[in-house]
């Protein structure tokens, strides 16, 4: 693609709609162009949602397969009459809970709401209002729903800094809104209501947990989508293909603490002998069980939110390093917030885990 010149406008997490650089920004998206913002989960890279020609910019910087649909991001509830037509109760009663917040609903769409490219051809509009002041006055100044998928070249990890963004796509779009560091640190949740709205279906685990969904809606069935399941056409963004991965070869490895150190420990000898330069992502307390060209820390065992915040930051030192094989290690979380932790490190690796 054409090489542009890409403007960074550097503002205070609190702005507003007013403040000048946003309306800039907002007048931009408006116009056509891509500006990438930050939200309380990841960057993101925003487009009209409406115009087709803008949402093409978005695929062509990320490198983004044409058949991953694009979650929509509104700043007020009215915005989302023009996009769904209908809302059901139990969808309602999610809205009220975690709106603005870090949750996706997919809704049948209204016919000719957004353009052809956001949805992928599906039925149905992904939405959500995110938690970010400076996301929501950047989508009012820019006064039309804003199409977004996270702000990195399509496999990468996702950005959680504008400085990550800058490293991705400098060049490939027409602005970066520097809002200081994402918070939640993974995408959204991604969730469909099904069966007359007494199931909520998880397509995609995140911010928020299950457990927060059943609280919320109480006599409502909460499912989580299966791999076999998300090996068909995506219904929601990061289900499809390989996310979030480093250039180095990603191995998660689980089992008995004791013997994935083990495991890891014999590989990374191994693979020193070959001439890999190598790494391991594991937690804080496990740091001084190896000896590789890179060991980065991500979070604690028993703080999964921290490992959260901290992922894709974590992913991208390998990068940096010029790591070319990485093993996971002291993840083991099943539910919670850890359940996205573990669905992003599972998809970095492309599905590449050794049970020892």
Same mark, same amino acid.
């Given at each position: 693609m054409k090489r542009m010149n890409t403007t960074i406008w550097k503002v205070q997490s609190d702005a507003s709609s007013a403040h000048p650089f946003l309306t800039?920004?907002?007048?931009?998206?408006? +116009?056509?162009?891509?500006?990438? *913002?930050?939200?309380?989960?990841?960057?993101?890279?925003?487009?009209?949602?409406?115009?087709?020609?803008?949402?093409?910019?978005?695929f062509e910087a990320k490198g983004r397969p044409s058949d991953n649909p694009l979650i929509v991001h509104i700043a007020d509830e009215e915005q989302l009459d023009a996009l769904a037509r209908h809302v059901d109760d139990t969808s309602r009663l999610l809205m009220r809970a975690f709106w603005p917040g870090p949750l996706t609903l997919v809704l049948p769409a209204k016919p000719g709401a957004v353009s052809p490219r956001v949805t992928a051809g599906l039925s149905t509009v992904a939405v959500r209002m995110p938690a970010h002041p400076v996301a929501l006055a950047l989508?009012?100044?820019?006064?039309?729903?804003?199409?977004?998928?996270s702000a990195n070249r399509s496999g990468r990890p996702s950005p959680t800094l504008a400085s990550h963004v800058r490293?991705?796509?400098?060049?490939?779009?027409?602005?970066?809104?520097?809002?200081?560091?994402?918070?939640?640190g993974?995408?959204?949740t991604v969730v469909v209501v099904e069966a007359g709205g007494s199931r909520i279906r998880v397509l995609r685990?995140?911010?928020?947990?299950?457990?927060?969904m059943r609280r919320a809606a109480p006599g409502v069935e909460v499912t989580v989508e299966t791999a076999a399941e998300e090996a068909f056409a995506p +219904?929601?963004?990061?289900?499809?293909?390989?996310?979030?991965?480093?250039?180095?070869?990603?191995?998660?490895?689980?089992?008995?603490?004791?013997?994935?150190?083990?495991?890891?420990? +014999?590989?990374?000898?191994?693979?020193?002998?070959?001439?890999? +330069?190598?790494?391991? !992502?594991?937690?804080?307390?496990?740091?001084? !069980?190896?000896?590789?060209d890179r060991v980065v820390r991500c979070g604690r065992e028993d703080d999964m939110e921290a490992a959260a915040r901290e992922l894709y930051a974590a992913l991208r030192q *390998?990068?940096?390093?010029?790591?070319?094989?990485?093993?996971?290690d002291g993840y083991t979380a099943s539910d919670g917030i850890g359940l996205a932790v573990m669905n992003r490190l599972n998809k970095a690796a492309g599905h590449r885990i050794v049970q020892v």
């Open positions: 800039e920004a907002g007048s931009w998206i408006a +116009r056509g162009r891509t500006v990438a *913002f930050p939200t309380e989960t990841v960057y993101g890279l925003g487009a009209d949602a409406g115009n087709t020609v803008a949402v093409e910019a978005i989508i009012r100044a820019a006064g039309c729903p804003v199409a977004a998928p490293d991705d796509l400098d060049g490939r779009i027409g602005g970066i809104v520097d809002g200081g560091p994402a918070g939640v993974v995408e959204s685990p995140g911010g928020v947990t299950v457990a927060d +219904r929601s963004p990061g289900m499809k293909y390989t996310h979030y991965a480093p250039q180095g070869k990603l191995t998660l490895v689980q089992g008995e603490p004791g013997e994935v150190a083990a495991y890891i420990r +014999r590989t990374l000898a191994e693979a020193k002998q070959s001439g890999e +330069r190598t790494g391991v !992502l594991t937690t804080a307390e496990r740091t001084e !069980l190896y000896e590789a *390998f990068d940096e390093a010029g790591i070319t094989l990485i093993w996971a």
